[in-house]
């Protein structure tokens, strides 16, 4: 266990579909990020918030909506997703002056019908 | 982009055999770092070297580091079935994001 959690594990939703992911880490850190990880491609960052003020977004599509209230949880809510939008999901969370030192999640499998 | 690559894409070896994966990046780094994915799930840290480091261990596990090719390598020594997984390098520049690979697939053979 590293420390973050995810909930859930695995997510089935239509396109019409409104749903969140949501994870928690209690490890003190102060930036937490959420990856999108599809076959046979990189991770790719999508957001990454740091003392819970969005310091990035990878021009990720508006279907996409994280929400950071305080540094412990960090919220990726959906709506109105695409088929290619299925993909395994994952939060990371980094300590103060270290971005770099990343702690996973287990990650969300989620699934657009 | 200093987008790590894998090599091999994929590895299956004996169990018990030594298992070797590289990884190369194409611009200046500051660390270099391997995970590991168990499958359909999260990165668990394996390793962090810094760039004035030329190797690390950490129990089974060894990591070298070639900054003049831009290169990192992991060894897994006596391999066990458990260390089945795909295996991540991501290497950064200063506080720049983390830039990941697209994995080696290790399997190894009871």
């Known amino acids: 266990e590293t420390g973050v959690t995810q909930t859930p594990r695995h997510l089935v939703m239509g396109m019409t579909n409104k749903k969140s992911l949501k994870c928690e880490q209690h490890?003190?850190?102060?930036?937490m990020y959420w990856y999108k990880q599809s076959a046979k491609k990189p991770l790719e960052l999508m957001f990454v918030?740091?003392?819970?003020?969005?310091?990035e977004n990878n021009s990720v599509p508006s279907r996409f909506s994280p929400e950071c209230p305080n540094s412990s949880h960090l919220f990726l809510h959906l709506h109105t997703l695409q088929p290619e939008d299925s993909a395994l999901y994952l939060c990371?969370?980094?300590?103060?002056?270290?971005?770099?030192?990343?702690?996973f999640g287990p990650g969300t499998r989620l699934t657009v019908t | 982009s200093q987008q790590g690559e894998e090599d091999p894409q994929a590895l299956s070896i004996q169990e018990g055999e030594n298992a070797t994966m590289n990884c190369s990046y194409k611009?200046?780094?500051?660390?270099l770092q391997w995970y590991r994915q168990n499958s359909g799930r999260g990165l668990v840290h394996l390793i962090l070297?810094?760039?004035?480091?030329r190797e690390k261990h950490s129990g089974r596990l060894r990591v070298t580091l070639d900054t003049s090719k831009k290169s990192s390598s992991l060894l897994i020594t006596a391999s066990r079935a458990a260390d089945t997984a795909s295996y991540f390098c991501?290497?950064?520049?200063?506080?720049?994001?983390?830039?990941f690979g697209t994995g080696t697939r290790l399997t190894i053979i009871p």
């Open positions: 990371a969370s980094s300590p103060p002056g270290h971005p770099y030192e990343q702690y």
């Open positions: 490890l003190g850190h102060n930036a």
């Open positions: 918030y740091s003392l819970e003020e969005r310091v």
């Open positions: 611009t200046s780094i500051n660390n």
């Open positions: 070297i810094r760039s004035n480091e």
């Open positions: 991501a290497s950064n520049f200063g506080n720049e994001k983390l830039t």
